[in-house]
Nanobody, 122 residues
Framework: QVRLVESGGGLVQAGDSLRLSCAASGRTFSNYAMSWFRQAPGKEREFVAAITRSGLHTYYADSVKGRFTISRDNAENTLYLQMNSLKPEDTAHYYC???????????????WGQGTQVTVSS
């Protein structure tokens, strides 16, 4: 099992930017595909972005494509999510997850962090 700890969330205004980080420990980080999911109050957890083990391939939800960028630093065991042009509808609890393949389904990721809250005011 890999331990994941997210950070970087906060309260921002619409149009602002934030960068989330996810620090991994316990296992070899580069052996895992990584992803970001989010969950807003009263809604189901939804896919945001995923990245392959090497970082060569990335995948995004349509709602964030062109605004968010997922990246990873395997030397630093850290996953990132750069979020630009934030909108109120981006408000949610953001989670990073680790699994064997980069996939849009939450069931593909056995290891999850506790999440970090992002709130975007209009």
């Amino acid at each position: 099992q890999v331990r994941l700890v997210e950070s970087g969330g906060g309260l921002v205004q619409a149009g602002d930017s934030l960068r989330l980080s996810c620090a991994a420990s316990g296992r070899t980080f580069s052996n895992y595909a990584m992803s970001w999911f989010r969950q807003a109050p009263g809604k189901e957890r939804e896919f945001v972005a995923a990245i392959t083990r090497s970082g060569l391939h990335t995948y995004y939800a349509d709602s964030v494509k062109g605004r968010f960028t997922i990246s990873r630093d395997n030397a630093e065991n850290t996953l990132y999510l750069q979020m630009n042009s934030l909108k109120p509808e981006d408000t949610a609890h953001y989670y990073c997850a680790a699994g064997p393949i980069a996939d849009r389904s939450s069931t593909s990721y056995p290891d999850w962090g506790q999440g970090t809250q992002v709130t975007v005011s209009s």
